[in-house]
């Protein structure tokens, strides 16, 4: 059995605070000094990942990938295309791993998980009113519901900015537990949205905050604004993912999206799960990198690590 | 699909981090190094020669020089014969040969980390990325007060040198405690004869050929190699000036000898310091701040975080988190761009760290050190965390200049200040809160030269470092660290 289809079968699990508790959380959430982290973050970066290791850690890369697109002009014919590349991502190699799932916009959903089926890659979903999140809840609700409905084992949802940084923390969790509720047995992923938090201590509050409300995942970002995931960032959302397992005993895993486009980049985030979660979250089941570009530069990466030279673009194919 | 996902199961992934060992390929070594005076490379007239080694490694990396008396006074001599002509230069000419002492470090840079690491047994990253590029930062610095002496001072009346310098520098951070002594001196028109310590002398011999090529006028920089004997025999030569970083005891010593000879004086020495970590501190950024405190450069930094101080509602929390910490430091190999931890300096150093750990154990603290694979050859010790530490055992009043933590509690901020100021030493200290009024209300009450607030072991050649106490006396860096090197009086003694 794959990975993917273990994180699709578990039973979901529900809040561990109630909203006042979790509006407690918040507020007393452990302060992040951005100095000290962004300047941990750059002296793992430079960790050197080579031979079996880098080997190892690109085949990762692929496996925890949420190949993705997003875009008001995907059709029928795009998504086919994208999920024969994410069950073969290299068609020459059939020992390169399939990526961890595939993440669309709900309308496509049924497209994906006919093409999928049986083959140990998820579906996920936006939903929720992706990006902004700001629609009205029962909308919102219904989308999580109905996407859950028509097969996606996971579901990206974003935490409402409007609600948290106005400072009601208590209404922000209770529609996360609403959605973590209306997901059923599909995979919730929580995307804080950091590039809007302001700051690492709002990145640091709006984590315990989703994972306090049964979030599966907490993720960094839509992708569809100017600042996406950053080592920094990511940094800090791991470490409190450390702090809430330390605490509740719970294991919630990190997503990091947008902007990550470059092999190398994956190894660096693969080195900050390692060195700050450890070893339990090398796994698609806790670490997912969302990316719609990456996957060709990490199959370039594997063929040199292979054959000691580079090839082209045109060697891979663009699906 | 399946047989394109399925990877084979069983044993540990492969993950790890290649070893990456800068080359040492970059230095090229002499058989053996003479005395740098008035010049040249000179044979000592002493006729002794002692071997220099790597830490890491134990082999023999060069013969250098031992300076005796004789020696001595023949490079003060160069240096009051240089003394002239270097104060009569326009200073903005002084402030160009210091300049391009800068530059050459900046270009020679690779090949001084390395050198610096082969021979001292610090990680490559930190004679990388702190030593080298603070030392051309100190030249860089101080070149630009060459020629605006005047106005640094306002009130003070005419700047003039002092004369001839004497600075005796220690083994843990030899080209970067050079620079420091050297920059300031020659940029207020002194001359200096240096001697290096005697287990690290290599980077100050290959400074002394970047002397060489930026033409520094002969006997302005004068570089003698020895132990102890050869530093007592400069402090008692006839120089006007001793700066010294090192021992509170030799420190002392110094002290003594050089009483009632009018000659000036600047010590910076022992130190260990409290960082202090309150309960609403962020936390995974001062366990990084509190390993980098105490765990940069082996625990060898006279200004190194020794004495962790936490409130009480966070002990159990930090002291995990700094136990875990702990697993993932890498100790070994100084060459390898990864390790965060190398060879501890030298035998002796390593004997009297094991001893005063020995005694931490024996006075009935509580030892923690992480699992960890140490080479075979070399100098090496296991990063050390005790607790249950309390203020009259040795392990916490007695500077252990290795990698060795004592962890002590408090309550108060009350508490928190008297047990940081209850010490002989007071270099430096370290705050960890959110709330910047306790910051400042700290910074002021704590006897320590230097409060770093949110971070730990950050310089930088504009801010000025010294001690209280038994950690000496006199600043380095910024105007402070100019001023020892100036008279007011209108001219050199």
Redesign the interface.
Known sequence: M?QAAEVSSRTPVGPVATAPEAARIVARA????A???E??AA?LA?????????V??L??AIRCMDLTTLEGTDTTGKIVAMCAKA??PDPTR?????VGAVCLYPQLVPVAVEQLRG??VAVASVAGGFPSGLGPLDARLQEVRDVAAMGADEIDIVLNRSLFLGGRYAEAFEELVAAREAAGRAHLKVILETGELGSYDRVRQASMLAMAAGADFIKTSTGKIGVNATLPTALCMM?AARDFH?QTGRKVGIKVAGGVRRAKQSLQY?VLV??TLG?DW?TPERFRIGASSLLNDVLMQLEKERTGHYSGPDYFTID | ???????PAGGA??????S?PESTDVVRLEDRYGLFIGGEFVEPKSGRWFPTISPSTEETLADVAEADATDVARAVDAARDATPAWQALAPAERAKYVFRIARQLQERAREFAVLETMNGGKPI?ESRDVDVPLAAAHFFYYAGWADKLEYAFPGRGTPGPVGVAGQIIPWNFPLLMAAWKLAPALAAGNTAVLKPAETTPLTALLLAQVMQEAEIPHGVVNIVTGAGETGAALVDADVDKIAFTGSTEVGKAIQRSTAGSGKRLTLELGGKAANVVFE???????V??VINGIFFNQGHVCCAGSRLLVQEPIFD?LL?KLKDRLQ?LRVGDPLD??TDVGAINSKAQLTKIAELVESGVEEGAEIYQPECDLPERGFWFRPTLFTGVSQSHRIAREEIFGPVLSILTFRTVDEAVEKANNTPYGLSAGIWT?KGSRILHMASRLRAGVVWA??FNRFDPTSPFGGYKESGFGREGGLHGLEPYLTFDGGPR
């Open positions: 794959t452990t302060a992040v000094d100095v000290g982290l300047g941990r002296s430079t960790r050197s990942i080579k031979r079996e290791a880098k190892w850690g085949e990762l069950m073969r059939s020992d390169v791993p399939s083959s140990g470490e330390e693969l390692h060195e070893p090398m | 699909m399946s047989d394109a996902i399925e990877r992934p492969p993950w790890g981090y290649a990456a990253k609403d501190a962020p936390l995974d950024q001062a990084e701040g929390v995990d993932t761009k990864n959110e949110n971070t």
